[in-house]
Every structure is written in C-alpha cells, then in structure tokens.
C-alpha cells in the first residue's frame, strides 16, 4: 500500500510523516480486503475544504468529518483497490479539544475512512456501532505503539 498525503489545511501544524505511519499502519489491520490495498490519497482538509466535496457528491451543503471515496480495480489493470479519504482536520481539533485528545480524534476518522474503503457500512446503528468498536480498537493498538500521540505538532 502507498500512502500519498495532501495537506491543504493551514490553521492546525501536523506532524505529517506520523500521520503517514498511523495511516499505513491502520490499512495494515484490515484483516481482510477485499482486494490488496494499492494507493490511497489522504487529503487533510478543512470545514471549507470538506463542505465542497459533500456538496459536489452528496448535496449536502455543510462540513462533516470524514469521506471516503473507494476505487475499484479497473478490469484488465491492477487488482488493488485504491480510495480517496477526506479528513476534516478542523473539526478533529475542535471535536477532539472538547473530548479532551484530539490526537485520537484524527485518528479516529482516519480508521474511520480506512473501515469504508474496506466496504464498512454504518447506515444501521449497528452498523456504525460495530465499526467505532472496531476502529476503537485501531486506534488502542496504535496507541500502544506510540503511533498517535504526536499526530499535531
């Protein structure tokens, strides 16, 4: 799996090459993909940043936290599946400040898009119940690891 970061946020420093190891590391978990992972773009983003991508495929004209575009293998190409994920550093910060770790809030939807791409669905809540439980332990392991503390400069 290639990971490609694109930071088009400026009001919150990120530690990029950390949040480049929580990313490969979390697409290293999935335990059974569909097809093996090939490149997946994290664009970082903002409220305003994120607002035009829901707008533009969902019609929906507000921020949210995380999107999730997968790309399935191209017949007679690569079998590996490859996606876009959209990650709202603003509201990561602003969310995670209230929680009390915003470290583990970027993580969180960082997992969170990764358990999309998978073909994760949380249009139940079951559904979505099953997916945090899932990527809360992710991110556990992660933090174990010593993948996720430092995730903003």
């Not at 035009?52 to 019609?59: I, V």
């Not at 910060?93 to 583990?104: I, W």
Request: charged share 25%; glycine share 6%; no cysteine.
């Amino acid at each position: 799996m290639k990971i490609h970061l694109q930071n088009q946020q400026t009001q919150q420093p990120l530690n990029l090459p950390m949040i480049h190891d929580l990313s490969q590391w979390i697409g290293s978990q999935i335990e059974t993909p569909q097809q093996p992972w090939g490149d997946i773009t994290l664009l970082l983003t903002d409220d305003t940043g994120i607002t035009h991508f829901n707008r533009e495929y969902f019609a929906k004209n507000h921020p949210t936290d995380v999107i999730s575009f997968r790309h399935d293998p191209i017949l007679g190409e690569s079998n590996h599946l490859t996606g876009d994920l959209i990650i709202n550093v603003q509201r990561a910060h602003e969310e995670g400040t209230q929680r009390g770790d915003r470290n583990f809030e970027l993580a969180f939807y960082i997992a969170h898009g990764f358990d999309h791409l998978n073909g994760a669905t949380d249009d139940t809540p079951q559904k979505r119940a099953n997916m945090h439980r899932r990527e809360k332990k992710w991110i556990t392991h992660a933090r174990e690891q010593g993948l996720i503390d430092h995730l903003f400069d």
